[in-house]
């Protein structure tokens, strides 16, 4: 069992930057985050593998970028740029599956979610 608990979240105005944070009690090869808007699908922002191989959304390539600091088993989600259209619940997940994927069903664990918020 892999416990997730993410922090970090917050209001900006559009044009801003959050940094999210994940802390896991093990770190699963693969890793990720997602992103869930009222009224809307989960959706894949970026994960990131063991050997730092990451894969981002088309919709942040440019403005968010995911790292893991493997001695802390701590993931993170640095947003720039942020757009109101980037305000949803966002989700810390892991898998222990080798391939880096945005795919919701490719994850086992989920942490309990952290609101960002993006004003215009």
């Known amino acids: 069992q892999v416990q997730l608990v993410e922090s970090g979240g917050g209001s900006v105005q559009a044009g801003g930057s959050l940094r999210l944070s994940c802390a896991a009690s093990?770190?699963?090869?693969?890793m990720g985050w997602f992103r869930q808007a009222p009224g809307k699908e989960r959706e894949g922002v970026a994960s990131?593998?063991?050997?730092?191989?990451?894969k981002y959304a088309d919709s942040v390539k440019g403005r968010f970028t995911i790292s893991r600091d493997n001695a802390k088993n701590i993931l993170y989600l640095e947003m720039n740029s942020l757009k109101p259209e980037d305000t949803a619940m966002y989700y810390c997940?892991?898998?222990?599956?080798?391939?880096?994927?945005?795919?919701?069903?490719?994850?086992?664990?989920w942490g309990q979610g952290s609101q960002v918020t993006v004003s215009s």
């Open positions: 093990a770190y699963p090869y693969v």
């Open positions: 997940a892991a898998s222990w599956s080798v391939v880096v994927s945005l795919q919701p069903g490719d994850f086992n664990y």
């Open positions: 990131i593998g063991g050997t730092a191989v990451t």
